[in-house]
Structures are given as C-alpha cells and as structure tokens.
C-alpha cells in the first residue's frame, strides 16, 4: 500500500513504519511536526519520504498526501500530564488538525484510520470497555481525542468517506519518550533517581505491546469495516506500584528510591478494554507483559545513544517542573 502516516516519528508510528515498510513493503510517507517527542532518529535506516509539518496546515498536507491510498494519523500531543499543565497544543493538533487531514482525505477520496486511545472512556472500576461505551473523557487530552473521534464518525456519516477508529490500552517498549511511566521508571532505576508513584500507585492500566498494537493497527487498515471503531487492548492488567517494583527487581535499584508523590488531577483509577471485536478479524497480541517489560529494560539498558540526548536536553527542564526534582 501507499500510506500517508502522521506523527510517524513518534513513538508508536515509527513501530508502525518499520513493521508497515519490512514486513508489508508498504511505499510510506511520514508527515511529522517533530515536537519534543517526534525525532528522525526513530525512522533511521527505514525507507520512506519525510514531510516536516504540522497536520493542521493545509499546505504540508497537501504535499504529504500526494500519491497515498490511505492516512493514518498518529500525529498528537500525547502526555496526560502535559495537557494539564499546557493543554493549548492538545485542541490545535486533535481538533483543528484531524479537521485538515480529514478534509485532504475526502479530496483525495482516502480510506482514513484515526489512531485513538481507551481513556476516551474514562475510568471503569470493573468488567472492560466495548466500542458501545459512552465517551466520559477526564483529561484535557483524552477530551480533545474523543472530539477527534466524533469528527471522523460524522465525515463517515455525513459525506461518506471511508474511515475508521483504533482504540489502544497503554503501549510500552522500544522508542518511547521518558515522560510515559514505564521508560521514566527505567532510566531513573538506572540513574538512581527518585522513582515518582502518584498517588496510592493503585491505579491499573491494561498494557500492550507496542508490535502488538502496530498490528492491530494494520488489520483494521486492511479488513476494518467502514465507519467502525475497534478497540484494541493488551491481555494483562497490572496496578503502577507493581510495574515499578517489577523495573526496581530487573534493574536491581534501591527500594528506596520509590517515593509517593502528589496525585495527577483527574487520575483515572483503571483502563480495560474488551478486544472481542478486533479478534474477530483474526488479531491477537503476541506478547504477554512480563516477558515484554523484561524485553523493554534490556533495550533502554542497550540504547543509551537513543535516549542519553533526550535525558541531557529540554526533557530535564520539564523533569524539573512536572516533579519539582532534578535528574541526577
Ligand atoms: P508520541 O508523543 O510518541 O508521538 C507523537 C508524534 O506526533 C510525534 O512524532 C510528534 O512530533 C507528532 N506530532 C505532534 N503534533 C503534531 C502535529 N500537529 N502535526 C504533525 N505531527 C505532530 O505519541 P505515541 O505514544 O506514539 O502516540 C501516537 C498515537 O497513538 C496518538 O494519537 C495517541 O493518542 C495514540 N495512543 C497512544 C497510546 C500510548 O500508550 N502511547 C495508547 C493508545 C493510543
Ligand atoms: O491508555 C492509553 C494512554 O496511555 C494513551 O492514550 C496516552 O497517550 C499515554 O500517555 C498513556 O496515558 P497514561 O496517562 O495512562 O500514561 P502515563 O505513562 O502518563 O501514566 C501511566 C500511569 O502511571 C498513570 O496511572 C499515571 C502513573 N504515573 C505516571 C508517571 C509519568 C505515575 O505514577 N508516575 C509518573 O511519573
């Protein structure tokens, strides 16, 4: 296929790329704004043609877009925290970006598949989300990607367009930018920084791989249903306190260094997801997470050339806001 993919710098789309341009022989285009948390390292040695721009400007996505068969937008601000303290950015890219993408897509006459995320439900305190659960969004960023998402629903309705929505439970392993829990944890573990639990640290997320989303992801492109949402969510479930004790006895840290500090406003205390509907278009997750976790430590224990510029860059000086601590 042809793919037009935005954000493909990032974290998850550039997994996306790799696994679309070895594995499928895919032709891509990446679209990226490269903010703090999109870098063309992430796409190195991967072929492909890179557009520098911003998903909300008409005129980058008018070149980007030209030749492709289909978009896949990534593109997002995507920390939670970092949409309470700056939320600006976060109505700009989900709101008045997926509107330009989506109206390039309907030009073009694009299948479109709209990356999206669990906490577009909010909180639930037991049984899983399906793709009939209301949307009870908590946060200025899952808001602003449940907005999103009814976008892409009215083009669907309204004009026809051929789209479809990828609902995702947390994603961890490689290329993930440190400010996400699972690789913050890692490398303040190996620098013998303060290991920051919010709150009780009872809260529970539902992880999944990133290889394993990628090709969720890459099903539903190929066999979703139009005007479809389907969830996508990783088979184990595990409380923050317990991830973190689990990175403490892999990387052999001090206890000691795990400090309860100030609970995030809004904190959704636990994400599940049903995946029934996706598994029916023959997808399953390939990794469980214990063995994925031991997995990610040994890659950030291997690529310190990867995130060592991160950590010495502008990532200390939000380090230093968000915790009120330097790195060490
Ligand atoms: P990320 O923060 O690592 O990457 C986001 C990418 O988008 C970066 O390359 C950034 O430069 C780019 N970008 C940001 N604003 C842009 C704009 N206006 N125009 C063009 N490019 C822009 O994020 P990620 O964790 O890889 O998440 C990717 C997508 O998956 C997001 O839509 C997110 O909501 C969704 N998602 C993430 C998770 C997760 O656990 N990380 C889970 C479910 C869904
Ligand atoms: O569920 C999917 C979502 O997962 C994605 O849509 C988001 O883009 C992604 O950032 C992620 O959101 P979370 O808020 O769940 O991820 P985060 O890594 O920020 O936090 C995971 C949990 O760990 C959450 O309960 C908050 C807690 N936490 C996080 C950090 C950064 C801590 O206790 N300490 C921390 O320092």
Redesign the pocket.
Known sequence: MKLLV??G?????SNFVRARVSEFGDEVTV?????Y??RKENLEGIDHRFVH????DPASVADAIRGAEAVVN??????VDRSISEPDAFV??HSL?TFVLLEAAREHSLRYLQ????EVYGSIESGSFTEESPLEPSSPYSAT?AGADLLVQSYSRTFDLETVICR????YGPY??PE?LIPLMILNALHGDQLPVYGDGQQVRNWLHVSD?CSGIGRVLEQGASGEVYNVGGPDECANLEVVERIIEMTGADPALLTYVTDRPGHDRRYSLSSEKIKALGWEAQHQFAQGLAETVAWYQEHAAWWEPIRSGDYRAYYERQYGKSLG
């Not at 710098?9 to 789309?13: H, K, R």
């Open positions: 935005c954000g710098a990032g974290f998850i789309g679209l990226d704004k490269l903010t948390a999109g721009g911003a998903i909300e990534f593109a997002a601000e995507t920390h700009r890219t970006g990356v999206s995320t669990d990607k995702g439970s947390n994603n993930q930018y996400k989303f």
